[in-house]
């Protein structure tokens, strides 16, 4: 309960004080311009309560195919730590998504747009990174700029896994270079994750953003630390 209210407290502080980008996990509607391609590198370090840490080296591509659909692919490393076992790295499962955007933001109503991914069993076997099967997952997507706010609303879902998944997103421009973030992500297994993160992403030029992320579970079943930073290269 603790944890939970300081994340709200991060989020409201954020709100009083664009689109969703690294370091959130939470999609937006918006797609990749027709023609252009978006490259996010990233790493990540999460650690439970047991101290188990777990490092990920993340490459996404993405290509915009025409100015309402995109297509990506992306492809982790994975590096497992625990805390009384040697650690152990391989390729993690690769994930193919296509994007569709079915409704532009307008005045009064937010845009909308779906995501259909595949995951891919190729992660490293015999390790444990490697899902051992092929997954299907569906993404719903609202974005909505309130003045000066913009929100994002993610809902999911993912076939094999038969979990349902959420997600809430706040992004503010400080300046014309510096947006401040924040977000709340979970699923609805009683087991599961639920999840807050507070970042930052600054564009150095005007095809290069770097980011920043930090952030901490809400319940018994996640990580105690998250920590993210990356960048988005678009040409």
Do not use: W
Request: proline content about 3%; charged content about 20%; aromatic content about 8%.
């Amino acid at each position: 309960m603790k944890n939970l209210i300081l994340c709200l407290f991060a989020i409201l502080l954020i709100y009083s004080l664009v689109y969703g980008a690294r370091p959130l996990s939470v999609d937006d509607a918006g797609t990749v311009d027709s023609g252009i391609y978006e490259v996010e590198a990233g790493i990540s370090y999460s650690q439970d309560k047991e101290e188990k840490g777990e490092t990920e080296l993340s490459l996404s591509i993405t290509h915009g195919l025409t100015d309402r659909m995109e297509l990506g692919i992306s492809l982790p490393y994975v590096t497992v730590s625990p805390e009384t076992e040697s650690s152990e790295s391989g390729m993690g499962d690769a994930q193919l998504t296509a994007k569709f955007n079915l409704a532009k933001e307008r005045d009064r109503t937010p845009g909308f747009s779906v995501t259909f991914g595949i995951i891919m069993d190729t992660g490293e076997k015999n390790k444990d990174i490697d899902s051992g099967e092929i997954d299907y997952n569906f993404n719903s997507i609202l974005s909505k700029q309130l003045q000066p706010l913009v929100l994002h609303g993610n809902l999911g879902y993912a076939a094999k896994a038969k979990t349902a998944s959420f997600g809430i997103a706040m992004e503010y421009p400080a300046d014309e270079r510096l947006n401040l973030v924040a977000e709340l992500t979970g699923e609805n297994k009683s087991d599961s994750p639920i999840e807050c993160l507070i970042g930052t992403n600054f564009s150095t030029r005007e095809n290069l953003i770097v980011d920043f992320g930090i952030g901490t579970g809400l319940n018994n079943y996640s990580s105690r630390l998250n920590v993210t930073g990356g960048f988005t290269l678009s040409f």
